[in-house]
């Protein structure tokens, strides 16, 4: 999906709402900008609930003392692009 949209006053940009549909972008969430080669980027969408997400990785309810190494671990491979 592909769509072309406007920069604006202060360089804003509006997502169309059948991209935040598809993507079940809200108000308030927060996504990553990454600048990709010389003239292209990304808006990639990050988990609302990190914490929903490690226990999806660790496949158990997180728990601080013992899952630590491995959120780090995830977090700076695949959370940090």
């Known amino acids: 999906m592909s769509t072309i949209v406007r920069v604006g006053k202060r360089y804003t940009i509006v997502i169309p709402k059948e991209v935040r549909e598809k993507l079940g972008l809200k108000e308030g969430s927060k996504l990553l900008l990454r600048i990709y080669g010389e003239k292209s980027l990304i808006l990639e969408p990050l988990p609302d609930n990190p914490f929903k997400v490690l226990e999806e990785v660790i496949g158990e309810p997180y728990k601080e003392d ?6 780090v671990e995830w977090l700076m491979k695949d959370a940090s692009g």
Do not use: L, Q
């Open 66 to 71: 013992v899952d630590e190494k491995k959120a």
